[in-house]
């Protein structure tokens, strides 16, 4: 770990007080999502948490994250099981000094009001991070301080490679990653272009992140747009929502243009793939590279991602926003309202 997250407090009072067993909620999926996620295809479930092991820590939920990957992921796991996720957690009991009573992490706990973890058996690829004192809001680590934070610089850097003066389009660009990536692309001197779901997104593409042009793919010609945004063509394509206007993107490519392919929001609620046009002549004749990706192929290099991110947010080239909802009763109302285009930037859920 480095210095942002090394830090580690020692306290006296290792175990806080409580008395008796802990009480822990969470959302047991129990049916396959068939088109947007409903709360009929939920239950939520109250479990008794036993008392704290050697090397246990328990944390009651703050803030809780919904991404576009839940949706996605959802159909691989067997039924009934609880659902996935991030969060920030305050530590409220403790038998690991390394993790005082008070301090608050962030992991992969899923949707759940409180946890059990086990800090000396951890899955490496499931990072256990003790927040740091900041003068910004723990949701961040949700955000721009945590995984799309990192989606975006490792996904726009490692695959798209952009070289200063080319330029990048991106689609979704208002969402948590998406608005992230253009904001690193104009920091690495590029042209930036972005596609959004409103006029008022594309406002704030442009006017307070600093994107070139942004552009309403409800409303727009997307060749014409390009066209207009883009007279030297596009360089990068930071695609998270594929589909139909993925393709008129690659078509409208430069020679050796690099395809960063981080999701595909645009089909997540189908029942059946929608058709788009092939893009095989473009990537043939354009020579283009094309690489999907996780951000967890980066984990050795987590904290990278987040000092740089950090580093850029304190100099004011990193801006962000957040769509709050609130309440752990309304987790799939706050999931259906990302996955419709209801935020811009990070979608969390404040769980009290």
């Excluded at 740091?132 to 723990?138: G, L, S």
């Excluded at 955000?143 to 070289?163: D, H, Q, R, S």
Aim: charged share 25%; glycine share 10%; with cysteine.
């Amino acid at each position: 770990m480095t210095k942002l997250y090394s830090a580690l407090w020692v306290t006296k009072r290792l175990y806080s007080g409580i008395t008796g067993k802990v009480q822990a909620q969470k959302y047991v999926l129990t049916k396959y999502f068939q088109g947007e996620p409903k709360k009929t295809d939920f239950k939520i479930v109250e479990e008794e948490l036993p008392e704290l092991k050697d090397g246990e820590i328990l944390t009651e939920a703050e803030y809780l994250s919904v991404d576009p990957y839940m949706r996605a992921y959802m159909i691989g796991y067997k039924l009934p099981t609880d659902m996935i996720g991030g969060q920030v957690a305050k530590i409220i009991a403790s038998r690991n000094e390394k993790y005082p009573v008070g301090r608050y992490v962030t992991g992969s706990f899923g949707w759940r009001t409180h946890t059990i973890v086990n800090t000396k058996k951890r899955d490496p690829n499931l990072p256990l991070i003790i927040l740091p004192d900041m003068p910004y809001p723990n949701s961040l680590a949700l955000g721009v301080l945590g995984m799309p934070g990192n989606t975006a610089y490792f996904g726009l850097k490692e695959i798209c490679k952009p070289k200063e003066g080319e330029t990048v389009v991106i689609t979704g660009a208002a969402g948590a990653v998406g608005s992230h990536v253009g904001q690193i692309a104009k920091i690495l001197g590029c042209r930036v272009i972005g596609f959004a779901g409103s006029q008022e997104k594309c406002d704030y593409l442009e006017k307070e992140l600093g994107f070139d042009r942004a552009f309403n793919y409800k409303t727009a010609d997307i060749r014409a747009a390009l066209k207009q945004g883009a007279p030297d063509r596009v360089d990068c394509y930071f695609d998270n929502v594929g589909g139909e206007i993925s393709s008129t993107i690659m078509s409208y490519m430069n020679k050796y243009g690099r395809v960063a392919v981080c999701g595909s929001i645009s089909s997540y609620n189908d029942p059946a793939l929608p058709k788009a046009t092939i893009v095989q002549p473009a990537l043939v004749f354009k020579e283009l590279k094309v690489e999907g990706f996780l951000v967890g192929r980066w984990y050795d290099r987590w904290d990278e991602g987040i000092e740089m991110n950090l580093k850029w947010l304190q100099e004011g080239k990193l801006k962000y926003r957040e769509k709050v909802y609130h309440g752990f009763e309304n987790m799939v109302d706050a999931l259906v309202g990302m996955l419709r285009g209801e935020n811009t930037g990070k979608a969390v859920v404040k769980v009290k």
